[in-house]
């Protein structure tokens, strides 16, 4: 989520397997609990549902940039944060934009799954109504042949293609497995598809009533919409389910079939692969080595104690491999990711110390304008496939050519480039979030940074420049980006004010130099 000096110095103190075990034990405070106290604090009625005179979008997403920047688990933020990115439930669906509980208690349960099982975390996953409403297996009923009504497909194609075993088969490295012409193999078909829909069926809110008689009402319950679904015989589909070469004997009861079906798919041969090169993806590279992913994949088939999908292995493994923490790959330029605006401007007020004035000012950093804002905001993605996909590469790029993606490329464009430099310019200048920009306004900012760690370095530029290129690009300047970084600060003479800025001017230099680095190609991409 990035760097601070203090937790440098705590990593070199204690270690890296110190760290990453304290890492793993934090867990922060529920998101859930401090989004109720929220909605409770600003209702306009003691409806414990309410979601406050902001409206429903804005207080979800303030508590979900809250624990990015503030939370102290900063490992399982950041793994959470990758899991929702592959795990979506979006805020951008009506029917979760209207109740955001679920969509807060879904990040919970990817935050409290982050270091656990993946068993676990699937059935978490399938159970959840946010991704019941998400993926529409809510209320997903047995089939009628007498009216021809069939079972919904739509989490079901999703549960194989997105979530465990991807479209096609894969070799241990991450490649395609070939068939004798050539082509890539499917890793399932239709009638899959049918199969897994035939057992995903006869699940709905954990309060309903087993005739299912009164399901809308439960959209007002907030127990209903943060508890795992439960199911009811009397909806489920009663006869045989074929999937994968398996065969679910007809009668069995919901429970019991979607065990059966998250064991196959936890057991596939395609789920280490094809789970790890996405984790690896998302947290540090973008095209890792075949036998990165090998080996990451090795980690999620047994984590040395004969356990298969222990998260905390794997994320374990893609940390520590050579090729996340040898300085040689920095060099290369296929190597790293881009960094998406989220993870740029959470790491940006962890640097700063953001500090939330009044209890409202994190819902200011919602970014889905692309050209005032960041054009991303935690779980708002626009569809299910995430804000961008792990296979894509920008058409006609030197990339393409050369057979690399880069997933959050997807994200980038002229617009979005302004978008961002015009966003965080205005943010650094204003030392924060808020109407601005006069003393008065300036003094009630909704969300205020703390560039005091920075301000004793100005007299020497070059020492602040070197103290801001360890945190924000972990040291690995170039003299290029450093001579222009130099002179930005340089611009900023003593009695300088840009228009609209009320800022002092050995503040604005520190503002300027951040501006400068964070609006850097170097800087964008994280290696």
Not at 324 to 349: H, N
Not at 372 to 390: E, G, H, K, L
Not at 405 to 428: C, D, H, K, R
Not at 505 to 519: D, E, F, G
Request: hydrophobic fraction near 40%; glycine fraction near 8%; charged fraction near 20%.
């Amino acid at each position: 989520m990035g760097a601070t000096s203090q937790e440098i110095a705590r990593l070199t103190d204690i270690g890296f397997e110190a760290w990453f075990e304290d890492q793993t034990r934090r867990t922060g405070p529920s998101a859930l609990a401090e989004f109720r106290a929220l909605a409770s604090a600003t209702a306009p009625s003691p409806d414990p549902h309410s979601q406050g005179l902001r409206g429903n979008y804005i207080s979800a997403n303030e508590i979900l940039y809250k624990a990015l920047v503030t939370y102290d688990d900063h490992l399982r933020e950041r793994v959470a944060f990758a899991l929702s990115q592959i795990y979506v439930v979006s805020i951008y669906d009506g029917q979760i934009y209207d109740h955001p509980m679920t969509a807060i208690s879904f990040y919970d349960m990817l935050r409290g799954n982050a270091f656990g099982n993946f068993r676990d975390l699937i059935e978490d996953v399938a159970k959840h109504p946010g991704m019941g409403l998400m993926l529409s297996h809510l209320g997903n009923v047995k089939g009628d042949p007498n009216t021809g009504r069939i079972p919904d497909q739509n989490f079901a194609r999703e549960l194989m293609q997105l979530f465990t075993i991807g479209l096609w088969q894969l070799n241990d490295d991450g490649t395609q497995r070939l068939d004798n012409s050539g082509n890539p193999i499917p890793s399932y078909t239709q009638s899959d598809i049918v199969g897994v829909s035939r057992v995903m069926t006869g699940w709905t809110w954990s309060e309903e009533n087993a005739t299912w008689t009164s399901r809308l009402s439960f959209y007002l319950r907030p127990t209903s919409m943060t508890t795992p679904m439960r199911a009811s015989a009397n909806f489920h589909e009663p006869g045989e389910k074929s999937f994968l070469g398996v065969t679910i004997a007809a009668g069995g009861d919901p429970e019991a079939d979607l065990d059966r079906l998250l064991d196959t798919l936890v057991n596939h041969p395609n789920t280490p692969t094809f789970i790890s090169k996405q984790l690896i993806q998302l947290l540090v590279t973008a095209n890792p080595s075949g036998a990165y992913v090998k080996r990451v994949a090795d980690a999620f088939r047994n984590n040395g104690q004969g356990v298969r999908g222990d998260l905390k292995a794997v994320v374990k493994a893609i940390l520590a491999d050579p090729e996340a923490r040898d300085g040689r790959f920095v060099a290369q330029s296929t190597y790293g990711r881009v960094r998406e605006p989220v993870l740029r401007m959470a790491g940006l007020q962890r640097l700063l110390r953001a500090t939330d004035v009044d209890g409202v000012g994190f819902y200011q950093l919602i970014g889905d304008d692309p050209l005032r804002a960041i054009a991303q905001s935690p779980m708002r993605s626009r569809t299910v496939f995430n804000d961008y996909r792990p296979d894509y590469t920008p058409p006609g790029s030197e990339l393409q050519r050369l057979g690399l993606v880069s997933p959050a490329m997807q994200l980038v464009n002229e617009t979005t480039i302004y978008g961002w430099q015009n966003f965080i310019g205005g943010f650094l200048d204003n030392a924060g979030y808020g109407d601005c920009c006069s003393e008065a306004q300036r003094r009630t900012l909704s969300l205020r940074l703390d560039f005091s760690e920075f301000t004793p370095l100005v007299a020497t530029p070059e020492a602040l420049v070197d103290r801001l290129n360890l945190l924000l690009m972990s040291g690995q300047m170039s003299d290029r980006l450093r001579a222009a970084v130099l002179r930005e600060i340089g611009k900023q003479g003593e009695n300088s004010s840009r228009t609209g800025v009320r800022m002092g001017a050995t503040q604005l230099k520190v503002s300027r130099a951040i501006w400068a680095i964070v609006s850097s190609p170097e800087y964008l991409v994280q290696k």
